[in-house]
């Protein structure tokens, strides 16, 4: 089998751990008898600087022909003076999901072992654990409805945003929710803000007829607000969240911090017929960039979940995860995830890829 | 000085905390010569169970008559089967804020001393305390933003709500933030989503415009999704976040889940009059009502807002939180504030009520 794939390693630490997600790959396609060819493209602010623009044609061109795009992460303080709409994550990564239509966004988060001490929650409730899987709305909400805008002058000038969801745009995310519940522990926690929202009471009244198709799977609806207040409280009792895009960027963030390893979370954007685009949950982290001590793990894990799910290569997927688990559980880790005291025995950006590849 | 109080004392343990607080209030009018005239009004559940409306008439006239709403809590089990428009929260607060133009929401949030052991936090993060005032606008913004509502049909069935925010409605919470910033830490954290919004971006220049007017406090913009971590990393770095209505709604609950004492949180919302309606952050709490074991203080914590908000009576707003601070310093606690191996030292309703009484 041969792939075609759009690396889109962008800015601060982008380019140093995506190196160190090529070269798992290396030795992916090796063992597996995979053909995969990568072509790189600008993207964010080095596009910017290069071409003017944050998502350049050539850059949309080549993730066109491509079957997955790999993205590293975009934005620094060079570019923070721009208007938000030419910023490079926002003028980078929205178009990109409106452009493909990338709807259905997974966001896993789990505390790992022997990492419980990372998570900023007091010591008795991180000790229970917690995996939760945030399944996002990408494509829909208040990030693309119209009209939005401005109107009006002096005191009366106002601005305006519409929150807009159609049955079709809540039951194909709902499914897709109930679908992964059933490969773990069964459970669906919708989350919206119905005692206030059209979209919601909408929301709401879809998942339900959706989740008549998983009599399997258990549902239970949670306002926004009292969400953000149970994750603190009680993170073990979720499994899959249900998120429309607005909540479910507010919320998926909340847990990655909760597991206090923000450089181990990987995430996964994709459309109908299964093209994507992966990527770390952290961002580009300008103030250790080029120093050789940024975490590759949740750049590594985006190729894991490119291989499954665009690529179809679940066993080369597995064998990625398998050995970071392997690194992790043998206390290989960089510096952010040592305590003080042991930072010296912090691994670099290099050592972690070597290890993981070496493990494959 | 004569006042008229509507008393709105709702369901679950609404009656028994704001007959605690009314115990203080009778102190308080003694010692400092206060003539405060009450009158009690049904408002959510009961109000459905005894009129067929959570906001009868009668209600809403009581409380135009008066100077000061004294909020208890609404909502239960037995009221959630009706459509999200007629229970009891929404259909109470929503058109009480809409009605009063209640557009300014203070929710001050503290960790006590003694009481670190309640956050959710890990120790060395809640050791370092916190103490956040959350200023939410709280009649505009995509809760009464039109249009809203639902058309098509079939898949193409939708929902939509408008976020919507004008120069006026932001410049005058704006102003509040940072008047009350200049009593606290000098800084004000304006959330939003600037990223995404064009409702974020009027915020965020607006907010930019009117802190020129006050030089000596330090203004930072944070986007929602950021502010929903750096509270969990960070929380003793905030002083005043300024949020709209929606973003308000959510950090504020992350805030208050933070402190681990929801039983201690009270909350104003004002108009331009001076005229507020002041209530508890906690719920109606239906699991633990009648068994005189709520903890009192958030509502006792209302009244002193109200003295200081709406009848401007400083001193005796002080006189209660003084008190307050007493109790909690003596140990003097409901048992949801006590360790399990402590829990027979634990007061009751009325015990607190009547110490925090004495203490004035
Ligand atoms: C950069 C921004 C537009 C984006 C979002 O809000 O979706 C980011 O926060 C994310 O969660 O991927
Ligand atoms: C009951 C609900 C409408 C309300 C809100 O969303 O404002 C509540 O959550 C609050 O924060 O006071």
Redesign the interface.
């Known amino acids: 089998m041969s792939y075609q794939i759009a690396v889109l390693s962008g800015d601060g630490i982008g380019p140093e751990v995506m190196a160190e997600a090529r070269k798992v790959l290396t030795e992916v396609e090796a063992r597996f008898g995979l053909d995969i060819h990568y072509t790189e493209y600008d993207v964010g602010g080095i596009a910017i600087d290069n071409h003017g623009c944050p998502l350049p044609d050539a850059t949309l061109k080549g993730c066109e022909a491509a079957d997955a795009i790999l993205f590293g992460s975009v934005g620094g303080p060079k570019w923070e003076h721009l208007p ?1 709409n030419d ?1 490079p ?2 003028g980078a990564l ?1 178009p990109l999901r409106g452009h493909f239509e990338l709807f259905c966004n997974l966001r896993p988060a789990k505390l790992h072992d022997g990492l419980e001490h990372m ?5 008795d ?2 000790a229970r654990g917690f995996d939760v899987l945030c399944v996002r709305e990408l494509t829909g909400g ?2 693309f ?1 119209k009209p ?3 109107q ?1 002058e ?15 745009e809540i ?1 194909r995310i709902a499914r897709i929710a109930f679908e992964a519940a059933r490969g773990r522990k069964n459970k669906v926690t919708s989350v919206d ?7 919601s ?3 709401r009244q879809v998942v339900e007829e959706v989740a008549k198709d998983f009599p399997d799977v258990t549902l239970e609806h949670i306002y ?3 969400a ?2 149970q994750l ?2 009680r993170p073990d009792e979720f499994d899959v969240m249900l998120c429309s895009n ?1 909540f479910g ?6 847990i ?3 597991t206090g390893s923000m450089g181990l979370l990987s995430s996964a954007s994709m459309n109908s017929t299964g093209f994507g685009l992966f990527e770390p949950a952290g961002g580009s982290a300008p103030d250790i960039a080029g120093k050789g001590i940024a975490n590759p793990v949740a750049q590594i894990l985006s190729a894991a979940l490119m291989l499954r799910h665009s690529l179809k290569q679940e066993e080369a997927a597995s064998a990625i995860e398998r050995a970071v688990t392997k690194a992790l559980a043998s206390g290989y880790l960089t510096g952010e995830l040592l305590a003080a005291d042991k930072r010296n025995e912090a691994k670099s950006t290099a050592q972690m890829g070597d290890f993981i590849a070496q493990a494959i």
Chains 1, 2 share one sequence.
């Not at 803000?193 to 979209?199: F, I, T």
């Open positions: 938000p910023q994550e926002r929205l998570s900023p929650l007091r010591s409730i991180s208040i990030y409805g939005k805008g401005r009006g002096g005191e009366n000038e106002e601005a305006f945003d519409t929150m807009r969801y159609s049955r079709r039951s803000k119905a005692n206030v929202l059209a979209c009471v909408l929301w926004i607000d009292n953000t207040m603190l409280r607005l960027d507010i919320l998926s963030d909340e990655a911090m909760l």
